[in-house]
């Protein structure tokens, strides 16, 4: 098992790319805490952790506050004792442009898919850096690093992510913490199912679009995004930190 002893803190870990990690980090063995809004999902997730036979709680928390965050992180720590990674991968997305996007989108998106990186880590740093060790995880996208159509705020917070993990695996790489980005095209995830209901689209229509441009010809699974990040959790990936790993069949290379 490549995750045996270890602990994990997965932000959105209950629905898409965050549940299939969560199962895929608890088959390897490690003990996983998950957090998103939804108790109810976050309680099934669990369950279906622990029927399998992995050890598993949950903290209903809202990234965007730091107290919501720092409990996330004492629960971890009281159920655990340790944390060895946080995947910081709550996530959400609104398809605007700059004179669509409202202040209050704007500032909702940056708030969950930038800050709350910040704040999760901001929390999760202190214990880390008194073990020596530790991996985080930053959830960026494809339009992180190229832009979008009609996703201004998105993609402000994204490229904000790749940029300030490369900032904290310099500022902590000599305390044994290596942190590292994520950057997934298409998946197939509750999100993207809300992003065509936002545009008025068919699921099939919106997955021809999607999947039109990318070379691969299909979206990814959320089984795929969380292989990645068993490799950028596990000793697989010792050397890297700072590095931006794109899983997005092709969709950045054309």
Known sequence: MK?????????????????ATAELFSREGARVCITGRNEKRSREVVAKITKAGGQAVF?????RFPDECRKTVETALKAFG??????NNAGIFFPNDALGCSEEEWDLTIDINLKGMFLMSKSVLPS?????????????SGWGIVGGKNAVSYCAAKGGVVLMTKAMAIDHAAQGIRVNCLSPGDVKTPMLDEDARMQGLTWDEY????????????????????KAALFLASED?????????VVDGGGTAD
Do not use: C
Not at 3 to 19: D, F, H, Q, Y
Not at 82 to 87: A, K, S, T
């Open 3 to 19: 995750l045996a002893g270890k602990a994990a803190i997965i932000t959105g870990g209950n629905s898409g790319i965050g549940e």
């Open 59 to 63: 903290a209903v928390a809202d990234v």
């Open 82 to 87: 340790r944390v060895d990674i946080l995947f």
């Open 128 to 140: 880390m850096i008194e073990q020596g060790s530790g991996v985080i995880i930053n959830v960026s």
């Open 207 to 226: 997955h021809a679009q999607a999947i039109a441009q990318r070379p691969m010809g299909r979206m990814g699974t959320p089984e795929e995004i969380a």
């Open 237 to 245: 990936s010792t050397y890297m930190t700072g590095a931006n790993l």
